[in-house]
Every structure is written in C-alpha cells, then in structure tokens.
C-alpha cells in the first residue's frame, strides 16, 4: 500500500531536508547519561507496598515497570493461529446501487491445517447469513452456526481432521457502509467494498466499485480467514452490467452474457494469495494494452484519459524486466493490470495483479508529459514480489512489505535517473522518518500494538527501506540480491518473519548479521552522531565520534561509515567500522587533505552533528563528484542565509549537472534577484534554461526567477512559453505574463487562457482576476472548483475564497457550501486542509463558525485536527 501523505510529502516539501542542517554549533549535553530520578518523582510513585519475597519490589517504579510488561504481553498480537487452511475460495456477486450492498454465494474448500476440528470460525463483517452447507463427500447437509455479526462460528456435524477436504458454501448479504470507520495514515476508511457514485447523482463522478482489503477489511465483502498467513486460490465472477468493465486477480477466464443487458465475468486465480490482495474494480474503464516478455499488461482508466495513462504507466515493462533481472525470480503472475479510481482511500494498493491507484494518476495526454508517478508504480509492482508472492505472516512484520516496497522507488530511480536522483528520495525517506520519530519511535518489527492501521507508518515504510539499502551497502550488490533470490524462492507462496530475512543473508554472505538485524529490525530509535574532524595534521587526519542517543532507549550502534577525500579530483575512501561510545580514526590518508566527507553518499540513517563552515561548505559544492553532496551543501548554504557563498557559486549551481541542484539554485535566486543584477551571465544562463535546456520542472524554475527578476523585459519570451506542450513550463511563463506590469498584460491574452483546467495553467488565471479586480468571474471559479484536480485543488480553494470575499453577491453561498462539503467529505485530507483554510474567511454568521467547529470535531487524522484546534481556539475566544 502506498500512503496519502506521500502526496501532501510532495506537495508540501520536503524542498529543503533538515538533515543537511548540519549544525554550526558543537552539542555539548550527552543525552545518554542515566537519569537519577528526582526525590519528587520517587515519590510520586507512591502506594508501592514492599514485599519481603521480591526484593525488587523495593525499587523505585518496580509496580510502573510491572505494569508495562503486563501490558505488553496484554497487547502482543501473535500472528494468527492456524486450526484451518481455506484450498479455494469460490465467489459469485452481484451488486445493489440502490442499497450498497453486495450480496453473494461464497464456496470454500477447507482442510484443518493440523489438529482435528469440530468447529470453524469464519470473519464475516457486517453480513447477513442464510443457510450454511457442510460437504466432505456426500450430499451437502446444513449446519447450525452462530453469528456475532462479525465472525461466524460454524458447527461442523463431524469432526475432520487434515485427511479431510470438505467445502462450506452460504448465500449472504455484505453491508460495507456499516461500521466503517477511521484507518489508518495510510488509508483513510475501512469499507473494504466501496460504491463510487453509486446512484448517478455526481455529473462529474463516474460511478464505479472497487475494494480495499489491507488490513482485515475483505472480510467485509466475503467470509474467510482474514489473516495474512492464509493462503489461497479463487474464482470470482461478477455480475454487472454489460457495458462496464470489470478488473480481476488472475486471469479473466469466461464473459457469461446473461440477458436483460448483465453479464457475469469470471476472474481466476491459479496461484495462492492471501485474503487482503483479493480485489476488484468495474467501471466504464478505457484500457491500454501493453506487454512484457508474454505477460499481459493493462492500464485502466477513466475514458478520455487512455493516452495520458499509456505516458504515466509507460515504464511498467521496463520496471518488470528491471525487478526480475536483479531479483532473479520472473514476475511471478500471469497478468499485471493497473486501474486508477475514483476517491480512492490511499495512495496505491498491492492487490495481486490488480493494483489500484489514487484519481491523482488519471492525467490527459498533456498533463502526463510531466508525470512524475514512477515511484508509486515501482512500489505497487515491486509488491507482487514482496507482500504478493511472499506474505508476511503476520502485521508485526509490515516492514518486510512495506520496507521492500519503498526501497523499489530507489532502486527504479537509480537504475533509471541515476543515483543521485535516488539519493534524493532516499533523503526525503528518512526526512519522514525523523519527523515521525520526534514523537514516536517503536521497534521495527511491533508484536505489541493496539491497532493494525498503526503499523502503516514511517517507521514501517521510510526507516525501513533505508534499513534495506544500509544492508545493500554494506554487504555489497551481489550478495544482497542474490539473498533476496533466496528469500523469494524459498518462501514462495508462503508467509515471512523478520528472521526469514536474516537467515537468507546470513546463507548467502556467510556473515553472522544479528547485531545489525537487532539494532535496526528489533529496536527503536536511531544513532545520534558527533563528528569532529582534526585536521592539524592534514597527511593523517583524525576523525572523532560520539554516540550521543539516549542508550536507555536505543541501541549503542555497531555503524560501518565511509568517509571519502579528494586527491588531484580523484575520490578516495575509506570505511570506518563503530562500535563503541566515543571512538576515534586515524585517515592515514598520506598525502595532505583540507576537507574529509563523512558518508558523503548519504547511505547512513543517523542524525549527524558537525561543525562546518560556509566556507567548508562552499569546497564540498566544488569538490565533490556527487550531487546528492553538491545539493546538501547548497541546501546548507540556503538555511544559513550564507549570501557572500551562494552568490558566489550561484553560476555554477544553477548550470549543475544534477537538476536538483539546478532546481534548488533557481528557487533562492527567486529571491535574490539583485544576483541577476549583478552578473549578466547569470541571467543569460538562466534566460537559456527556461527557452529550453533540460528538465521541464528546471525550466519552469527558470521562468519563475525571470519573472521576479524583471517581468516586463521577458514578456515575448512568456507569451511564447504559454503555449508549451509541458503544463509546468507554460504555468510557469503564464504568471510571468500575469505579473507583468509595464505594460501589463491585456485582459483579452489572458482571456485566451480561461478555458484551460490543468490548474497550473488555471491559477495564473485566477490570480490575474483577483489582483486587477476584475468580477463577473464568479461562475468560472465555481466551474474550475468542480473540476480542478490533484494538488491544483488545494492551492484554488485559496483563490476561491479570496474571490467570493471580494464579489460575494456573484455566489458567495454556493462557494462556501462547496468548501464545507470538501471540508467534511473529501477523502485527501490536504483537500480537507486546503478547505479548512479557504472557510476560515467565512466564519460569520455565527452559524458557519458553528459548522466549522463540528465538522472540524470529527477530523480522523491527529495532525490535521489540531492544526484546526489551534485556529478554531482562536476564533472561538473572539467570538
Ligand atoms: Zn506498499
């Protein structure tokens, strides 16, 4: 699965990574010492009634530590104990739009997995049951069951034991709009089934189903063991209308034409998955064909959008030779189909060769010339291996889905754009990973917790995908793919722990990895570095660290680290192996070194502290091969506001081989364009990237700087630029044209553009009616609300508000009913975010104020709710 929050991930930043923040300042206070325990705080743990047997019971906290073992073992969820093995799952569904509800007949051929047993309990969410058959040979005989409307009990009339293969059948009524509540930071519902649209009332919304299982929420459309370590095959046919198109598991085998305009499809699966990858969509999809070495592919999308979904899909057979030649295990299914839907409730999912993606993805053929979706669809089909193929065994272990998954989008990038453009997601990784870890930090791999949906974390995603490259990098390529071939093969089709992993390196490497596997799988928290580097004896430099975590909470680390220096250009390194608190290195380097890198590569999870200078900083831009290296130190340079340094090498950053960097250079000179001023090779050099030198993402970061520049003197080049068949270039060009002022631009230009909906064209617009005042544009704000996609959405709420605040006689009302709908119902909470803001100028009457306090009551997602508290408060103590 693939969250949301990667999304507001890329649409709020991370442009500037606090891990290049390399500080100025030497920390001085160690964390790590113990802490003495105040008199106040013995205290306070008063009612401890010493014993005479436990001695300990005597110590201070001993009922506090008690506690918290007790509830650890009350909260560890084991993986689920197996009394049964579903063989077959056999469904037949027809579907009731009027009702939302699926009803069924489901077959399942089940042996007991090792004991003999009498009874069965089956997860049934939310159904309503009719008869239950019991067949093991014979006729099929009725057989009495209980039902807690959740899970069903069923009394077989014999006992079986694992010689036995007999088959449950039932006709029921699923009802997934019961209790559906909050998920998880990675999905935002847990329907399991869910009705797009299903009446037809939406103009703009087609209707469609389509399933979410991950964790436990398949049971809410079909009886089975919900549990990962279930394994099995199925059959399922759907009955729809014969106009729609219906995407399955497997393979579509047979199109029954029933009459009356339906149609029943049957999908098969030969091959075992586990219960929360079963899946299906139907709707009035276009399909693309593609192909990799005979494996069918198909992209799904709404139609009208086939041409834009064979540009974002494109990469997909690439992607699928690219696993299977590293990983050394063929793509392990028979088909792999791609659908994007409608209000999906995250990102992706992994459904076994049906992966389902967020609207986000269903872009025209213009709009996908600048997709950047690769990475989504290197995690989605990365999973067929890694989840798919080989299951956890139980959600304990999500990280060695998800963690693989993630890894997947470094190792496309890098294969693909090159290593540092992988660095730089890696980065953004373990940026996420901290940000997390400032209120969290929980073991890997969690027996212990109180809710599944937790697990969907950054600890299970980004610190575990960062894990994944720490052990490619230490144990080199080969070994770490050929261990993966291991794992993959010996445990195909089957489930997974932590442990499985270890062992498949350790047979390769022939290494014991415990201490790596334990520190970084088995524990919380991360190293805490402080680097000093003496450089008085520059032939032989040494290099001083400390582990400044707090060891009552983390591990000491065993670290391997590379520090690498230049001679004559050449780049030389070394690895470092940490084992203790304080430790230190002598380079031996030989030949005099003024600058040493530290994990110049970026490959370490550690916080790192170290003392450097601007003027330190501004060497390793030069020196140092790496872009990833080239970008921390401009990156560096921008958050200590070291003008002198960045104007100076502001030539060569923004001429940089990596885009990034050019990317990143563009967007501070947007702010010091007195630099442009000062060098008229600087602007001729940016003046040549936005005509047309590279990226289109630097191209429009070329623009952007000439129109804060002088705006006037580019106006030919915008009005030119308008029209380019990349959205973020012409975007771009077009609030250049917008900012103009002497001349400004004529209304009629402008005017030329309001047809447009892909919102980078769409905001310029709407900032040239705001900014000259001009009305009667009323229902052309309303008209792109309904439409606008994506991020554009959340950065037009803000137009639309300023807008109606302005003319509110020219449909104030409807604006504000339009926000307060997306506000409630919006399934991407930074829609929900961006609508929160636009109402806030709209909190009178009274009444508006009240809905916003109500609605803002029921936020599902922790961040976001206080985030609203924190205005709400405000607002409210006004009032
Ligand atoms: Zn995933």
Redesign the pocket.
Same mark, same amino acid.
């Given at each position: 699965? !693939?969250s949301l929050s990667i999304v507001l991930r890329i649409i709020f930043g991370p442009r500037s990574f606090n891990l290049f923040l390399i500080l100025a300042v030497l920390a001085v206070g160690c964390k790590s010492s113990q802490s003495i325990p105040t008199t106040q705080e013995i205290e306070s743990h008063g009612g401890l009634e010493p014993s005479d047997t436990l001695s300990q019971a005597a110590t201070p906290g001993y009922d506090r530590l008690v506690q918290e073992k007790e509830q650890a073992i009350a909260l560890y969820k084991p993986a689920a104990t197996k009394l049964f093995d579903i063989l077959h799952t056999e469904l037949d569904l027809a579907f009731d739009y009027q009702n939302q509800t699926v009803t069924g007949t489901a077959e399942l051929t089940i042996r007991p997995f090792f004991h003999p047993q009498q009874e069965l309990v089956l997860d049934a969410q939310d159904f309503e049951l009719g008869r239950i058959y019991y067949e093991n040979g014979g006729e099929p005989q009725s057989t009495g069951y209980r039902y807690d409307g959740q899970q069903v009990r069923i009394y077989l009339p014999e006992e079986v034991t694992r010689a036995d293969t007999f088959k449950l059948s039932m006709k029921y009524t699923a009802f997934p709009e019961r209790n559906s509540g909050p998920g998880s930071a990675a999905i935002s519902d847990t329907k399991g089934l869910y009705f797009i649209d299903p009446l037809d009332t939406v103009p703009s919304k087609p209707r469609m189903i389509w399933t979410q299982g991950e964790t436990d929420h398949n049971s809410k459309w079909f009886p089975t063991l919900d549990t990962p370590n279930e394994k099995f095959t199925q059959l399922i046919k759907l009955t729809v209308a014969d106009s729609l198109v219906t995407i399955g598991n497997g393979e579509l085998v047979r199109q029954e034409e029933l009459g009356n305009g339906l149609r029943k499809d049957h999908w098969e699966m030969n091959l075992p998955h586990s219960p929360y990858l079963a899946a299906f969509a139907i709707g009035d999809f276009g399909k693309v064909e593609a192909e990799w070495d005979g494996i069918p592919l198909g992209y799904y999308v709404e139609k009208g959008f086939e041409k834009g979904a064979e540009r974002v899909f494109k990469n997909t057979p690439e992607m699928m030779g690219f696993f299977s030649g590293k990983l050394g295990v063929r793509y392990p299914w028979p088909k792999y189909d791609q659908i994007v839907v409608r209000d999906f409730v995250s990102g992706a999912m992994?459904n076994t060769t049906a992966s389902i993606f967020m609207e986000e993805l269903r872009l025209d053929e213009h709009e996908a010339i600048d997709s950047e979706w690769d990475y989504i669809i290197a /995690?989605e089909l990365f /999973?067929q291996w890694f989840g798919d193929y080989v299951s956890v065994e139980s959600w304990a272990n999500l990280t060695l !889905?998800?963690g693989f998954?993630n890894y997947s989008e470094f190792l496309w990038n890098e294969y693909k754009y090159g290593a540092d453009e992988a660095k730089l997601k890696l980065i953004a990784e373990t940026e996420n990973y901290y940000a997390e870890a400032e209120n969290k930090q929980v073991d890997l791999i969690r027996y212990a917790y109180s809710n599944a949906e937790d697990l969907f974390d950054s600890h299970s995603y980004s610190k575990g995908g960062m894990i994944i490259h720490m052990l490619r990098t230490y144990l080199g390529e080969t070994v770490f793919y050929r261990a993966l071939q291991d794992y993959l093969e010996k445990h195909a089709f089957g489930n997974v722990e932590v442990n499985d992993l270890r062992m498949a390196f350790e047979k390769i490497s022939g290494e014991d990895l415990s201490w790596f596997f334990n520190q970084w799988f088995l524990d919380k928290g991360h190293p805490e570095l402080l680097f000093e580097v003496d450089y008085s004896i520059p032939e032989n430099i040494l290099i001083s660290v400390t582990q400044l975590q707090d060891l009552n909470e983390a591990p000491l680390y065993q670290l391997p680290i590379v520090v690498s220096w230049y001679e004559g250009g050449e780049r030389k390194s070394k690895q470092l192996f940490m084992n203790q608190a304080f430790q230190q290195f002598a380079l031996e380097n030989k030949t005099p070194v003024d600058l040493v890198f530290i994990d110049e590569g970026k490959n370490l999870l550690a916080k790192r502290i170290q003392s450097s200078s601007p003027e330190q900083m501004r060497s390793q831009f030069r020196i140092s091969e790496l872009g990833i290296a080239r970008y921390e130190a401009l990156d560096s340079l921008a958050a200590w506001e070291a003008h002198l340094e960045l104007e100076s090498m502001m030539l060569e950053a923004v001429m940089d081989e990596f885009w990034a960097v050019q990317e990143n250079a563009l967007s501070i000179l947007q702010s010091h364009t007195e630099w442009l001023e000062a060098s008229p090779e600087l602007e001729q050099a940016v003046q040549s990237i936005a005509i047309g030198a590279g990226r289109n993402s630097v191209r429009s970061g070329a623009l952007d700087v000439l129109s804060a520049f002088d705006p006037d003197q580019y106006q030919a080049l915008f009005l030119e630029l308008a029209s380019d068949s990349s959205y973020l270039v012409a975007g771009s060009a077009l609030m250049g044209l917008v900012s103009a002022v002497e001349p400004p631009v004529d209304e009629a230009t402008i005017e030329r553009y309001s047809g447009e909906t892909n919102y980078r064209m769409v905001i310029p617009v709407a900032e040239y009616y705001i900014s000259n005042y001009i009305s009667g544009k009323g229902n052309w704000f309303l008209r792109q609300a309904e439409t606008i996609k994506g991020e554009g959405l959340y950065y037009f709420l803000g137009y639309l508000s300023e807008y109606f605040l302005r003319f509110p006689e020219e449909g104030e009302e409807e604006a504000v009913e339009f926000l307060f709908q997306k506000f409630q119902y919006d399934s991407r909470s930074y829609v929900r975010l961006g609508a929160f803001q636009a109402l806030l100028g709209f909190t009178e009457p009274a009444e508006n104020l009240a809905r916003l306090n109500r609605i803002a009551g029921e936020e599902s997602d922790e961040e976001l709710a206080s985030y609203y508290n924190y205005f709400l408060e405000a607002l409210n103590d006004e009032n």
């Open positions: 699965m !693939n992994e /995690h /999973h !889905n998800e998954a």
